[in-house]
């Protein structure tokens, strides 16, 4: 049974940094692709960032693109999303998933390409 835990989140102020984990247990960690979401109130769910399971290659949505980084420790089956220079338009649920194929070739970049989520952790930026 495959499991995510997300820690990290809470509030900062505009400008500011935080760094998110996920914890992932229940499957191998190192042959799957993850990724980071988002839901603000009253908005969609959006794909923030993603990681290969070889850590070849990123992607980002581009209202992040040079302030949020993604990476992995497959050691510690954790992924992190370090994300600098916040702004009030980052104040979101957000969501690690797991890929639903392991050794996936490319990232996918919507919802459907993931099978499992984790609970959420609140990232409020204040202006």
């Known amino acids: 049974q495959v499991q995510l835990v997300e820690s990290g989140g809470g509030l900062v102020q505009a400008g500011g940094s935080l760094r998110l984990s996920c914890a992932a247990s229940?499957?191998?960690?190192?042959?799957?692709?993850m990724a980071w979401f988002r839901q603000a109130p009253e908005k969609e769910r959006e794909f923030v960032a993603g990681i290969s399971w070889s850590r070849g290659s990123t992607e980002y949505v581009d209202s992040v693109t040079g302030r949020f980084t993604i990476s992995r420790d497959n050691a510690k089956n954790t992924v992190y999303l370090q994300m600098n220079s916040l702004k009030s338009e980052d104040t979101a649920v957000y969501y690690c998933?797991?890929?639903?194929?392991?050794?996936?070739?490319?990232?996918?970049?919507?919802?459907?390409?993931?099978?499992?989520w984790g609970q959420g952790t609140q990232v409020t930026v204040s202006s």
């Open positions: 998933a797991i890929a639903s194929r392991a050794f996936q070739r490319g990232l996918s970049s919507t919802s459907n390409g993931y099978d499992n």
């Open positions: 229940g499957r191998t960690f190192s042959a799957y692709n």
